[in-house]
């Protein structure tokens, strides 16, 4: 689709609402006068949403309230009318059962506060991994002109000297206590060192990850994912993309138009490029069938397997946040994509230019954060695509984050029926299990756990850590934090709630994996595997009500994004009838 930008002056959508002098407009403008905004305001200027995902029980969001003024100054500055718009926020570090449960409640919320409220364009202030999808699978939904400000990560940590990555170090000393190589007292005292200012996890994690998946996108403006939280750069993104909304709804600039196949192409490859989340597959799956793309687990292992992964941070590498901002940040990624002839250059961004206009001039300033081709962590990075008789649908894994010598590996089934079952048995010294085997997770899919849970990365058995094996296969139908590390696949599809293959291994069957070849085999007779799926009965009830019944009755597998069945596509954002 070639953007054209609309005439200007014309009526906006607010219009609808403020305009005239009839006693419906008087209405809504009167009320809103009580907060003291005088009569020009609504005089046909753009009103801006900030879609505000602030909330103290989001802690990676907690600093966004401050954010919001500068995004309200850029508005007012450029001409806009700007009204701050709480959003559901849910985040990760506190949403039980998990925070994938709630993002696509949050995104219809959003959505309808999009749709059903005088607003021409939207910022969408996002931070902890799970708003920034969202929140954009809300502005598709709408389409109406939307740019992206993330929060930004938080400052690097640091413990005895370690440089300490929030998330990877969680996993690594919580396994370093059980191995008998750190006293509790040490794990205690680390815990400070891992959340030293306000921000999302300074690792590569979802939330990195997903803003550099905005930005790749096009959807936020050019050095928008890496800037620290606490860095005043920061707030200057935030007033930038404030003055941008405005020049964006008055050119009717809409996401349609910007997260085209194209643009879902360049953030499959960076993805790879920066060793992003394996999360990032299932959010990049959801956005674009909210907005129409055609894109499937096919195009994300196509994509990803001639991408280098370069960007040396944790938990795939050394560094953290901090450094990939001081070494450039992904506008440097993006030239280095563009130069090896990995991204379309004429792929259309925010502020209305190509991505190849943003990024062109990038200059590398540490070329061990971010690493020539040379030196690559890892030669094909992105995401791997596994498919055989255990996951028809497809798996996936993250190569740079994962064991070479698992890459191709047979072993013995260890199984653990959900989560509560792992949790019982892990720590047994009684436990048949060694390192040769393979784990296998159930029941932990998008209506499994429910929600499909980041407890794909088991954490080993002791007897095994104290051996001073630190990597185990481990196969699921969960997700894991982009924060973690290992030979984890995960996102097995049809998941075993929903009778796939995987809920009918048993102790002791074979599986083969083969990353290189892309195959997850269970190595059982056709003629078994076919009776025992004939046998199968589910084994958790489906919940009475409320929205997890919503979510379990209609959530689709991960394979398409585990979005709501009746949520796909766009719905666009017109004007209602009058109620009054």
Known sequence: MTFKPATWPRKLRSQEWFGGTGRDAIYHRGWLK?????????????????????????PCNGHLRELAEKVKAGVWEAGGFPVEVPAFSASENTFRPTAMMFRNLAALSIEEQMRGQPIDGAVLLVGCDKTTPSLLMAAASTDLPSIVVTGGPMLNGYFHGERVGSGTHLWKFSEAVKAGEMSAEDFLEAEQSMSRSTGTCNTMGTASSMASMAEALGMALSGNAAIPAVDSRRRVMAQM???QIVQNVKDDLRPSYIMDKKAFENAIRTNGAIGGSTNAVVHLLAIAGRVGVDLTLDDW???????ATIVNLMPSGDYLMEEFFYAGGLPVVLKHLGDSGLLHKDALTVSGQAIWDEVKDAVNHNADVIRPVEKALTKQGGIAVLKGNLAPKGAVLKPSAASPHLMQHKGRAVVFEDIDDYKAKINDDALDIDETCIMVLKNCGPKGYPGMAEVGNMGLPPKVLKKGITDMIRISDARMSGTAYGTVILHTSPEAAAGGPLAIVQNGDMIEVDVAARRLHLDVPEQEIAARLAAWQPTHDQPPSGYAWLHSTHVEGADTGADLDFLKGCRGAPVGKESH
């Open 34 to 58: 009580n907060q003291g905004y005088p009569n020009d305001l609504f005089d046909g200027r753009p009103v801006i949403g900030i879609m505000n995902t602030w909330s103290e029980l989001t």
């Open 241 to 243: 993309s404030g003055r």
């Open 301 to 307: 292992d196509r994509l990803g397997r001639d991408v």
